[in-house]
């Protein structure tokens, strides 16, 4: 890996531990910009550059969902379909990450409630 992109990932993780080590002990739900917001760093270096594959969890997320198993549910559903169209272009990484983050974020609205967001409705 050359430094540059080393020395980038390196600076990413200690954001991304300094931004988890804030929220420790605040267990909320996420946020759907939260959401996207760890789910699209993973496309920087992988072949699924674009933003189309986070959206489209993000999509699916911002629909109403009867309960957390079935959230979850539709989250692998959707990782099952993106391997299908997308795993060829070295996309699996990519793919798992934003499956996590998608049942990361069904657990903590089904057990802590939507968040709260100023000036927008909850998903």
Request: proline share 9%; net charge positive.
């Given at each position: 890996m050359p430094a540059a992109k080393r020395l980038a990932a390196m600076a990413f993780a200690a954001a991304l531990c300094a931004l988890l080590g804030a929220c420790a002990g605040s267990q909320r739900a996420l946020t759907l910009e939260e959401f996207y917001g760890f789910c699209w760093p993973e496309q920087i270096d992988s072949g699924c550059w674009d933003d189309g594959l986070c959206q489209d969890y993000k999509d699916y997320l911002a629909q109403e969902h009867a309960s957390k198993e079935e959230c979850i549910k539709g989250c692998n559903e959707?990782?099952?379909?993106?391997?299908?169209?997308?795993?060829?272009?070295?996309?699996?990484?990519?793919?798992?990450?934003?499956?996590?983050?998608?049942?990361?974020?069904?657990?903590?609205?089904?057990?802590?409630?939507?968040?709260?967001?100023?000036?927008?409705?909850?998903?």
């Open positions: 959707m990782q099952t379909e993106k391997w299908r169209v997308d795993a060829m272009r070295g996309c699996s990484t990519t793919i798992n990450n934003a499956t996590d983050w998608c049942e990361k974020y069904c657990r903590l609205y089904f057990d802590y409630g939507p968040p709260s967001q100023k000036g927008q409705p909850a998903p």
